[in-house]
């Protein structure tokens, strides 16, 4: 577990939220709850470890979420690596996103940023299910 040492645990949780939105992306899971519940991982223990209720979760909870294809335990304390596809389709949809937002008057910007806040990973379904 020596990679946890090497990473705070706010870059850890933070490495969890971005692993969870990516995973969801490429139809492995459908939500933090539902990665939990396929690799049979604490569910309390992600939540609880996710909302900084706690300062790390075991190396047992690591190696289950790590049971989906591509994921290692040392890879989840990190933010995901994309595939050159993914790289692109992102920058190609920041490029389209900032083109949109350029025409907008201020008073839409104003607007629509409560709903692109929504849209935010650490904003995610899991959570706001929670609640």
């Known amino acids: 577990m020596t990679s946890s040492t090497n990473t705070t645990s ?3 949780r933070l490495a969890l939220v971005q692993w969870t939105a990516l995973l969801k992306e490429r139809g492995l899971i459908t939500s933090r709850s539902n990665w939990c519940a396929q690799t049979k991982a604490s569910e309390s223990g992600v939540r ?12 047992l909870t690591y190696r289950k979420l790590a049971s989906l294809p591509g994921v290692t335990p040392d890879a989840l304390r990190l933010p995901p690596v994309l595939s050159d596809e993914e790289e692109e389709k992102g920058a190609k ?7 949109f ?7 839409q910007l104003e607007k629509a940023l409560p709903f692109l806040e929504s849209l935010v990973p650490e904003k995610s379904q899991d959570e706001s299910e929670e609640k």
Do not use: C, H, P, V
């Open 10 to 12: 706010d870059q850890r």
């Open 48 to 59: 609880e470890f996710i909302k900084g209720k706690t300062d790390s979760l075991n190396e």
């Open 93 to 99: 949809l920041r490029d389209q996103a900032a083109a």
């Open 101 to 107: 937002i350029d025409r907008l008057t201020l008073e």
